[in-house]
């Protein structure tokens, strides 16, 4: 079993395709995969395709030739994060809590804080991560909807990541064992059970996701680059607080490719100041500056590899190269330009999961399944 929390893939993976093969392959099981939006852009570099090219319609293709019988996107989870997430920056704008709130959709970076500033343990936000989130919703609502045991459904999580399959295993979110995810597999190992079930990835057809846990929108995509949690989780608290259509959505001053970026943005009278950080020597600096009353953030944004998610150690390797993470970046905005609809709380799957089953965002039920809590751990 792979433990290891490393973000860079400097120590060896090991493999758990066997586990998927096994999984599909029984009879009794319902398998589902859900994809995390940074693998769409970087997955065809594995068979000869130019960085940054989008292969979402293949991708989904060739999981549905592989058996699965459902083929999600994690993107539905990260816009139902965003819910969270907006609301609750909100809460602690207006209670007065603490401030700043920080993003915890990289469990790298959950995990630093834990063991370097247990002292700052409160001040990330209580969400689970996109993949997570949607394991609890396919085993509860998804389960309910279709009249399925939770037991006999399997939950594969196609990552760029390697430090999510330590994050699946965290004795807070397998305490309900129907409450997760089951499997945890990178890109590199996606693409090589592609090549081991024979399938010609490049001359695939697209297809589309499966529904309801398939529908996304443009912010969720943003969250496979650095910078893009925060701008998809203001591009809905600022409506919410305003009541009022952004006049436009790219937060231009939250992108670019510099390891601290500082920006002011102005909601209705109310000027944030948020801070974004990739790479963990750079989270430091910014972790110091709060724990030292320096900083006066409102909100931050922290992924341990530099760059975001684009650049995971479970990606096809870029080997340094900037050039092959800045088409991916390139790659991230394009689908989000695409996308008809590019605000969280528009997702119309998303608004009908609240009306029919889990009731306001950030009330009772949705504590209760989408948040969870961390731990003051050993300095190290
Ligand atoms: Fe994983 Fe993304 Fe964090 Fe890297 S930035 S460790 S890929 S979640």
Redesign the pocket.
Known sequence: QCVMVC??AALTEVYHTDKVWEAINDPDKHVIVQTAP?VRVALGELFGMEAGTVVTGKMVTALKRMGFDEVFDTDFGADLTIMEEASELIYRLKNNKTLPILTN?????VKFIEHQFPELIHVPSTCK?PHIMFGTIAKTYYAEKNGLDPDNIVVVSV??????KAEAKRPELTKDAHNNVDIVITTRELGAMIKEAGIEFVKLPDSEFDSPLGESTGASVIFGT?GGVIEAALRTASEWMTGKPLDRVEFEELRGMEGVRRATVKIGDQELKIGIA?GLGNARHILEDIRDGRADYHAIEI???PG??I?????PYHHGNHEIIKKRREAIYEEDRRKKVRKSHENKEILELYKNYLGEPFGKLAHELLHTHFEERERI
């Open positions: 973000p860079t940074a959709c990289c469990p790298a970076w991560s990552m760029p990541c390697i430090a999510k650095a990739s992924m341990a590899c975001g998610c650049a995971g150690g479970g990606q």
